[in-house]
Structure formats: C-alpha cells, structure tokens
C-alpha cells in the first residue's frame, strides 16, 4: 500500500514507518524541544541579561509576555491549520518563531526584549499544536501510542538540560547565544518539513472568527495576568486584581455565546459534546497544575532543605522525569499492542495523587533518597497522563477538527500550569513567611519581606538560627504546596474513571464497524489522503 503522505510503501501489518515519515517526525521532535527548552534556557541568563540591559523592574515581563503571546495565540494556531492547511500554518509558526529568537538575542534594551519576546511567543503557540496536530494527520491513534517515548523524552530533555544549557551557553558565549541557539535547530526543522511532509493544501471560504479571536485573547490574557501577578505585584483583593477577574469573566462567558453563532468558530462547542474530549481537557488541565507547581518548588526544597547546588537543579528532577519516561513508553507499547489505553488515566490519577501526598511528608530530616521515591512515584503518575491525554481526545473528533482538538487540549494545560504556579506559590509563601516570622520573629519577617525564596548564595549569609527557621519554613511551605496538588490530583482520578474506552481508530474492522451513537464514540477517520 502506497502512504499518499510520503509516496512510500507502508506495512499495513505494523511495520516500520517509512524513511520520510521517520524524517518529519525527527523534525516535529526538534520543534518541539524548541517550544519547551525556550523557557528553560533563558532563566538561566536572566541575571546576565538584567545586568547588561538593565530594567530589573520589568524583568518578570520577559517571561510573562512569552507566557500571554504563548496562550493567546495556540487556540488560534490550531483553527488556521483546520481552516487553510496545517503544513502552511506549521512552517510559519516555525518562521515566526525564529524572527521572534533573533531580534530578542539583538535587542538593545529591555523593553525591546520583552517585545520581541512577545514575538516569539506567537510563534510558540504554533509549535507544539502543529506537532500534535501533524503526528493526528499522518498515524493513526493506536500506532501513534509508539512515539509517546519521544515526545516524553523530549520533554525530558528539555527540563533537565535547559538549565544546564542556559547556564553552558551564557557563561562561554553570552546570554544572546540563549536565543541564536534557537536558529539552527529551527532552520534544520525547516528545511526537513518543507522537503519531506506533503500535505493537502486547503481552501476554506468562511473567514476567520475575529470576534471570537479577540474576546478569546482578552479571556485568556486576564486570566494569565492574574496568576502572575495575583499575590505578588498586586494583592489578591486589589482593585487591579479585580478588574482583571471581571475583564477575564466578561470576556470568556461572550466568547462562549460568539461561539454558538459564529460561522466558522475559533473553538466549535461540539467538540465538547463528547464525554472523552471534555475529561481530557479536565485531566490535562490538572496534569498541568500538578507538573509545573512539582517542577517549580522540588528544587527548591532540595537547595534550601537539602542544601544541593541550584547549578544542578535540573538534575534533581531525574527521578520525576525518569520515571515519567519509562512510563510513558511502557504506555504508549502498551497502548499500540492491545488497543486499550482506560486503565493509563485510572493509574495515573491514583499515583499522582499518592506522590504528591508523599511529597507533602518531606521535613527537614527528609533524606535525598527518599524524597527521590517519592518523585519517582509522581512521575509515574504523570507518565500514564502526559500523552494519553492528547492521545485519547485526538481520537475523540473527526479529522476536521483535529487542529482545534490538539490546540485546545494544549490550552487547557497551558492554563492549569498558570493556575497552579499562582495557587500553589501563594500558599508557599503564606506558609514560609507565617514560619518564618513564628520561629524568628522580626528577623524572620525581614529575611522574607522582599521575597519568600532565597536562593543559595542568600541563605548561606544568614545567621544559623534565621536559616534553621528558613529550612523549616520551606518544608512547611512545600508541604502545604503539595497537599494542595494532592487533593486537586483527586480529581483527575475521578475524572479517568468515567472515560469510556471507545476503539482507537487505526485498530482494524471492528475499531471501524463498530456502533457509534452515544456521542462517545468518534465518528472513525477516513485515511490520510495527502498529495505529494
């Protein structure tokens, strides 16, 4: 049989992926550690850039607006590849990106960085969703189970390396390299899917959506600002707080009632209709929560508590990450082989609630091996979770709907990041300050008044008893942290519970024939026929 994707001969049996199909997956892989290793890298060579460019006030910006460029754009990304041809959309993201990293590793000052970075966060949004959304195109669900060790491995790599690259990068060949970096890795990606992946060219008459565009960015971009800046520029009661609350409400309940009248919807509501897609996109949301908040204050308890060097911080993350590697390759062979993925959500949910309640036990006296454990248990957790979720609501729309199916997926896990960042940092620092200024009193208040983390060198300067009363307020805050995680991971195992394990498409004639009417179970594919 002939793949029309790639004009190779495929094994309808099982067999290997054609040469060219293997090519483009490569470069899918490449742009998405391009997507994910951004971030990481350059909060390594902050410090650097604030020192030559100045601006320290506005340097959360940098991050932030990346962040808001990132969210906005990835609903939109998914609906121009559904509406005029996802090859088009996918190179342009990838373009937009570059020019995005080259005029930030350029900029001057640091308002012209936080500009370009904005830039390049559009293109960002574009990157991940089109790799979703490419990989829907050219495999099938039950195969596509065999590439969840790439993706999870190229997560992997970007959190533990990013750091080490960052810091690699920006002490021998300064902190601009952190975004020229980007360039050739994105020009290889380029040039191998401009060369190798033949996609159908779509014409669509209806425009698109503006009005939903606008009030979608609106909704999303409030809700972003109020995480970062919800108990740290502003308090959470402030007025500024509450106008973005109101702005982002406002915005979101009229972007769902566009939605129903508008021709071609950024976000068409049916998709929601199917039972998998909605407790996907609620899983995904609760994966996100969970995974950035562990990422952010693991290392930290380690450095403060532990006393490990913040050098390493991202191999402290090892056991987590290592663990949702395996896991997530055992799951996806797993998936491939027997054409069942229910038991994956179930398992995840009830051993990411049980690894961050174990997190939450972590004291002073904690040893570096056992809170390893208990990480390895989370990331066995997040292994059954990262990948099946994509998987499943994937294969929970037709293929017209594929794009906004993955963008939307992708969003919600975007957006549970931000909430559990903001959620489960204040609660860190309500505890740290409340510990601090109970084991040290005024010493304690003026150690945490500027900030409730010290980084190693600050801690090292601190009086012994200001920084015994410093270690027992970050196991404090950490346990409350993660005993919050705990409790919101409940609900993804609730969640999994009522998946319906409805045959992946691609699983022979019974995955095809099979009833269809409950609107569970997705209208079945038909092939992929791209031109060359």
């Known amino acids: 049989m002939t793949d029309t994707a790639t004009g190779n001969a495929v094994d309808t049996d099982g067999g290997k992926q054609p040469k060219s199909v293997r090519v483009v997956l490569l470069a899918l892989m490449i742009a998405m550690m391009l997507a994910m290793l951004d971030n990481m890298i350059i909060g390594t060579a902050m410090p650097t850039i604030v020192g030559e460019l100045g601006g320290l006030e506005h340097l959360s910006w940098v991050v932030t607006a990346y962040a808001l460029a990132t969210a906005a754009s990835t609903p939109l990304w998914g609906k121009i590849g559904d509406m005029y041809g996802r090859k088009g959309a996918f190179l342009s993201s990838i373009v937009i990106f570059l ?23 559009l293109g960002a949004g574009g990157l991940m969703v089109g790799v979703m959304a490419i990989i829907g195109d050219l495999i099938p669900p039950r195969e596509r189970g065999k590439y969840q060790g790439m993706m999870a491995g190229v997560m992997a790599l970007a959190m533990i390396g990013g750091p080490l690259v960052g810091g690699t990068i920006t002490d021998h060949w300064g902190w601009r390299w952190a975004f020229y970096i980007n360039l050739p890795l994105g020009a290889v990606a380029l040039v191998a899917i401009t060369a190798v992946l033949h ?24 809700i972003v600002l109020v995480t970062t800046w919800g108990g740290t520029e502003y308090a959470w ?25 508008a021709a071609e919807p ?4 049916h998709i929601f209709r199917n039972r998998n897609f909605t407790l996907m996109s609620l899983i995904g949301f609760i994966t996100g929560f969970v995974m950035f908040g562990a990422t952010l204050f693991l290392p930290l308890y380690q450095q403060a508590v532990q006393g490990a060097s913040a050098t390493n911080s991202g191999l402290l993350l090892l056991p987590m990450l290592g663990a949702m590697l395996v896991t997530s390759m055992v799951a996806g062979r797993l998936t491939t082989s027997t054409g069942r993925y229910k038991i994956f959500p179930v398992a995840g949910g009830a051993l990411m609630t049980v690894g961050l309640f174990l997190l939450s036990l972590m004291d002073t006296g904690t040893t570096r091996f056992t809170s390893g454990l208990y990480m390895a248990v989370l990331g066995l957790g997040m292994g059954c979770l990262m990948q099946i979720t994509m998987l499943v609501a994937q294969n929970s729309v037709e293929m017209k709907d594929m794009g906004v199916a993955s963008s939307t997926t992708t969003l919600f896990r975007t957006l549970g990041s931000s909430f559990g960042v903001a959620i489960m940092g204040a609660l860190f620092n309500h505890r740290v300050q409340d ?19 010290l980084d190693a060198a ?18 404090a805050g950490t346990h409350g942290a993660f005993l919050l995680g705990s409790v ?15 045959p992946l498409k691609g699983t022979g004639p019974k995955a095809a024939d099979g009833p ?11 092939p992929v026929t791209e031109s060359v």
């Open 199 to 222: 996609l159908p060219k779509k014409r669509s008459d209806a425009r698109i959506d503006y009005l939903g565009a606008v009030l979608l960015t609106v909704g999303i971009t409030a």
């Open 488 to 502: 919101v991971a409940v609900l993804a195992l609730i969640a999994a519970v009522f998946v319906k394990e409805v």
């Open 516 to 526: 269809a009417g409950d609107g569970d179970t997705a209208t079945p594919k038909a």
């Open 237 to 261: 009661t402030s007025a500024r707080i509450m106008e973005l609350i109101g702005i982002g409400v406002a915005a979101l309940v009229g972007f769902v009632f566009w939605q129903t009248r």
């Open 435 to 453: 510990v601090m200024a109970e084991k040290a009193g005024g010493l304690g208040s003026k150690v945490t008044e500027q900030s409730a983390q």
């Open 99 to 121: 020019i995005g990293s080259a005029l930030s590793g350029m900029a001057q000052d640091m308002g012209q960085l936080i500009g370009f970075r904005a830039v390049q966060g």
């Open 266 to 269: 950024v976000v068409p509501l």
């Open 458 to 475: 600050s801690l090292a300067k601190l009086p012994a008893a200001a920084r015994e009363a410093y270690q027992h307020a970050v196991s």
